[in-house]
């Protein structure tokens, strides 16, 4: 299994950007998903998170400006970013906590910097 995260970069504050995970090696079904970021010197956290269900649950800190959200056809996971802040500046991986057999996947981090 494999999680590929793509589409950070550098942007304005008050700009947006949309996070893709493409997940290859293994079939795509309804799996929770997760994102977290990680920012210079703090601890990684979760972000926003998308259960088999559909249910979708955020940070405070993002809570009405991150949209978590799945494609089951597109084999990928997004999270659409707006009016994003200085402190959103971090390194995001997207995550499975189980697809089939595979536990606690983890894809290589895309930076995402926001300007002041």
């Known amino acids: 299994v494999q999680l590929q995260a793509s589409g950070g970069g550098l942007v304005q504050a008050g700009g947006s950007l949309r996070l893709s995970c493409a997940v290859s090696?293994?079939?795509?079904?309804?799996?929770?998903m997760d994102w977290f970021r990680q920012a210079p010197g703090r601890e990684r956290e979760l972000v926003a998170a998308i259960s088999g269900d559909g249910t979708t649950k955020y940070a405070d800190s993002v809570q009405g400006r991150f949209t978590i959200s799945r494609d089951l056809g597109k084999n990928a996971v997004y999270l659409q970013m707006s009016s994003l802040k200085p402190e959103d500046t971090a390194v995001y991986y997207c995550?499975?906590?189980?697809?089939?057999?595979?536990?606690?996947?983890w894809g290589r981090g895309t930076l995402v910097t926001v300007s002041s």
């Open positions: 090696g293994t079939v795509f079904k309804a799996n929770d």
């Open positions: 995550h499975a906590p189980q697809i089939g057999r595979h536990l606690d996947q």
